[in-house]
């Protein structure tokens, strides 16, 4: 689950109504993408919890021969210690090659073993299955909270090199002149190809008051041109909400993290007395986060117990996930704006909503994320390991992974309407609950 510079909206001049609408349009603007520097590690998807493992037989095994550590290894992947042994002789073998041949000594061997840990996971071939050092794992345990140290900018990881969404307003990425669009080709003078975008964004990511200096490659310039950024702490809401022109509610959702419930709560509590004809929540460029949240914040708006979700799991068994009773707006006209930004816990909220028929999606294709993924914190400070455990399913069973959800009310939003501060979804949005 991702600020010295507190997010601040420039309000255009003009009516109360269109300052409201800007201000929205503002706040889309800043989300409309997938992934987002306060929650790179969103793009690992939904996030189950945490587990702690067995350490009993792993370290008395370790105190003695490695080979040891096969022992309890057989057990969980089917092999006999002897085949294990035997399965990991070259990578010992190697092991010692480097130690004993390598030119420069003494070699780190921390940082191969995690090295290591990092290849042997790659090679599942599931983005999603990952290492975290204990760098990375710290700075994404606090983007989990709302806020983390960096430039502030929503960023694509996904792509050949990092890539700008939007500098968030206000944030240091911003004053130092960052586009939407631009790619940052090196960091601090470090050539990027061929760098995974998780790790091109673990050193974008600083302390506050350190600098950065991104190469970035702009559309319409020919060269690239270096842009140095003194890192900041970024404070980022979770949920925020606020009354459009007709008395339409408008609640907005960034992220599914510690602090989602008791903001999202807090607009709904100062929203829900005012009597609004509807209520739209905007779920655009949320790339997930925490399942209980989700559920959570399902157990809002829909009534009852009713299955939301289910989960399943390698060998076909199920487990199926209902909302609680006694939400606060499971009543009120909804409409859930969603686009390829929307991902992971996004879309357990766009397909339940969707699949019970509580409201309408309007905008464009979800992002299509349906793995969950359980992290779990290695021993001794060595960081933690993301290991993809099931994938989910809509309420009627809909596998979304690679797909997406398609909204029922298709809007696109185009760079023109962006440029222009037209917000032609939200729009659209507004003129459903008043049955336009």
Avoid: C
Avoid at 99 to 121: E, N
Avoid at 168 to 180: F, I, N, T, V, W
Avoid at 201 to 227: I, K, N, S, Y
């Amino acid at each position: 689950m991702e600020q010295g510079s507190t997010i601040i909206e420039p309000v255009p001049a003009g009516t109360a109504g269109q300052q409201t609408k800007n201000r929205t349009l503002t706040t889309l603007i800043m989300v409309a993408a997938a992934f987002i520097l306060l929650v790179g590690a969103f793009s690992g998807g939904l996030i189950v919890g945490w587990a702690m493992p067995d350490r009993q037989a792993q370290s008395d095994a370790a105190a003695g021969n490695p080979f040891e550590l096969f022992q309890s290894g057989a057990a969980s992947s089917g092999a006999t210690p002897k085949e294990l042994e035997t399965l990991f002789a070259p990578f010992w073998e190697t092991w010692n090659l480097v130690h004993d041949q390598y030119v420069d000594q003494p070699v780190d061997d921390t940082l191969m073993m995690r090295g290591a840990i990092r290849g042997m996971l790659e090679a599942l071939g599931d983005p999603h299955t990952s290492y975290m050092d204990p760098q990375e794992f710290e700075q994404t345990n606090v983007s989990l909270q709302g806020e983390y140290e960096g430039i502030g900018a929503w960023v694509d990881i996904t792509g050949e090199y990092l890539k700008i969404i939007s500098p968030m307003p206000g944030s240091p990425a911003e004053k130092a002149g960052l586009k939407p669009e631009d790619v940052i080709v090196k960091v601090d003078g470090e050539d990027m190809t061929g760098v995974s975008g998780d790790l091109v964004l673990q050193r974008v990511l600083g302390p506050a008051g350190t600098d950065v200096t991104l190469t970035v490659q702009r559309e319409g310039t020919p060269e690239p041109f270096d842009v140095t950024i003194t890192r900041s702490k970024i404070n980022m809401p979770s949920a925020k909400g606020e009354m459009l022109e007709d008395n339409i509610a408008y609640v907005q959702v960034f992220t599914f993290g510690e602090k989602t419930m008791p903001e999202l709560r807090s607009a709904l509590k100062e929203l829900l007395p005012q009597n609004p004809k509807g209520l739209i929540l905007d779920l655009r460029g949320n790339g997930g986060g925490y399942l209980n949240t989700a559920i959570d914040l399902l157990s809002e708006f829909i009534p009852g117990r009713q299955v939301v979700m289910y989960e399943e799991f390698g060998d076909g068994t199920r487990k199926e996930f209902k909302t609680s009773r006694g939400g606060t707006a499971t009543e009120i006209p909804l409409v859930v704006l969603v686009d390829g930004g929307s991902a992971s816990a996004s879309e357990i909220v766009a397909g339940a909503v969707q699949d019970l028929g509580r409201g309408k999606l309007v905008g464009q294709t979800t992002f299509g994320k349906g793995s969950v993924q359980n992290w779990i914190p290695l021993e001794n400070n060595q960081g933690a390991v993301r290991v993809t455990i099931a994938r989910w399913l809509t309420p009627n069973g809909r596998q979304i992974h690679k797909v997406g959800l398609e909204p029922d009310v298709v809007v696109e939003l185009t760079e023109e309407d962006v440029k222009a501060e037209r917000d032609p979804q939200l729009d659209r949005a507004v003129e459903i609950l008043l049955g336009k």
